[in-house]
Antibody, heavy 117, light 107 residues
């Protein structure tokens, strides 16, 4: 059974870069799809983007200019970078696995990132 | 982007009630829709995929159906552990889009 664990700084200053890592255990990164989804406190789920095991990416248009996703297959990890953050980027960030049809079927526990000076 | 309009935003129900939640897509998405359950402080959990297929391990009181661009999640007999927030997610194209969520509360 796949397990996903997000990690990274819980506090990021405005205008700086948010960097998160998701460690995958129980499965290899290939041949799955990997998404990042976020959830501001008390609000709904927001899809950030996804990366395929071959490195192909799709990002939400509202974040596309600031987001980069990547994979490290040697470590079985994926990463998220979000530049020029503001308070609006404060949220719980989840990594999630998509099956062969990129249907999201497994989630990490999430990590809270607060943007504040 | 495809818009997913979910209703109601909240509902109150009693144990044993039949509950239905609806998502309407702004365009055709075939059966490319999943339903997720989220309890406070925890990650969402997949209940239904491909509009009507029950994820392994999910109780059979949960079911999904589709009619055109309208999708329904039904809980046939609400149990205490079902009080949670439910989201739909279209996986037809990118960007993926979620419904706004339906909070199911105890009456």
């Amino acid at each position: 059974q796949v397990q996903l664990q997000e990690s990274g700084p819980g506090l990021v200053k405005p205008s700086e870069t948010l960097s998160l890592t998701c460690s995958v255990s129980g499965e290899f990164i290939s041949p799955y799809y990997w998404s990042w989804i976020r959830q501001p406190a008390g609000k709904g789920l927001e899809w950030v983007g996804r990366i395929s095991s071959s490195g192909n990416t799709y990002y939400d248009p509202s974040l596309e200019s600031r987001v980069t996703m990547s994979l490290d297959t040697s470590k079985n990890q994926l990463s998220l970078k979000l530049t020029s953050v503001t308070a609006a980027d404060t949220a719980v960030y989840y990594c999630a696995r998509g099956d062969s049809g990129d249907r999201i079927d497994s989630w990490g526990q999430g990590t809270l990132v607060t943007v504040s000076s | 982007a495809i818009q997913m309009t979910q209703s109601p935003s909240s509902l109150s129900a009693s144990v044993g009630d039949r509950v239905t939640i609806t998502c309407r897509a702004s365009q055709g998405i075939g059966n490319a829709l999943g339903w997720y359950q989220q309890k406070p402080g925890t990650a969402p959990k997949l209940l239904i995929y491909s509009a009507s297929r029950l994820q392994t391990g999910v109780p059979s009181r949960f079911s999904g159906s589709a009619s055109g661009t309208e999708f329904t999640l039904t809980i046939s007999s609400l149990q205490p552990e079902d009080f949670a927030t439910y989201y739909c997610l279209q996986d037809y194209n990118y960007p993926r889009t979620f419904g706004q969520g339906t909070k199911v509360e105890i009456k």
